[in-house]
């Protein structure tokens, strides 16, 4: 499991035909740079869970939080409503395993508390791995910011309109299946040896601490002498 924000006015970059000798060709483009957080899990099966998706704000009916984030009692409603419900047949009584990142969030008494009592063993990934671990970050994601995007000028081409919060999740939705194909989760699990399990697939090179380059710093700068009047 993971989360990744989403700009509703995020379209990126695009090559288009304009007047020759002009580099440069502006369009306009959507004033709402407030992320959405999409929580998405996937599972070793090649399959995907319903993502989660997450406001800022303080009145909304689907889940919200005080920073669009997810925090501490939204992942104990993910957990008991989603995660558990959806894995549980899957599972078909055996021990299922949760990955996580470190955020702490992710780790309170009430949610270990649940995940023990219903078997399920949660793994944290090391700190500062999970670009090298993480099967979302390292496969899915790129792919669903990209169709996202997509999605996104191909909707305000057919409405001319902006992507407004109200046009999110079937937005989404659509760049969601596009993404999230078996193939491409099957290649996130094998990419970072989760699944099969090869440990030798992650080299020392990818997880080992920064080393001191041969760059030299500028720092400290020489002040000015003070100029009399």
């Not at 580099?23 to 090649?46: F, M, P, S, W, Y």
Request: net charge neutral; aromatic share 8%.
């Amino acid at each position: 499991m993971d989360e990744s924000g989403f700009p509703p006015a995020d379209t990126g970059t695009q090559r288009v035909v304009g007047a020759r000798g002009t580099k440069t060709q502006h369009r306009q483009g959507g004033g709402d740079h407030e992320n959405v957080t999409a929580l998405v899990t996937i599972c070793a099966d090649g399959t995907a869970l319903r993502p989660m998706i997450i406001y800022k704000g303080k009145n909304f009916i689907i889940a919200h939080s005080p920073n669009g984030w997810t925090d501490s009692e939204l992942a104990i409603d993910w957990i008991i409503n989603d995660f558990d419900p959806q894995t549980r047949e899957k599972a078909g009584g055996r021990t299922r395993v949760l990955l996580l990142d470190g955020h702490s969030s992710h780790y309170s008494t009430q949610l270990l508390d649940f995940a023990a009592a219903n078997n399920i063993i949660i793994l944290g990934y090391p700190p500062h791995c999970t670009h090298a671990l993480q099967g979302l970050d390292v496969v899915c994601f790129a792919k669903m910011k990209d169709a996202w995007k997509e999605d996104i000028h191909k909707f305000e081409e057919t409405h001319r309109r902006s992507v407004t919060k109200g046009d999110f999740t079937k937005v989404f939705g659509t760049a969601f299946l596009r993404a999230f194909m078996r193939e491409s989760i099957l290649a996130a699990f094998k990419a970072t040896g989760i699944h099969p399990f090869n440990p030798d697939i992650i080299k020392p090179t990818q997880t080992k601490p920064s080393e001191a380059t041969s760059v030299k710093g500028g720092f400290p700068l020489q002040h000015a002498p003070p100029v009399m009047a």
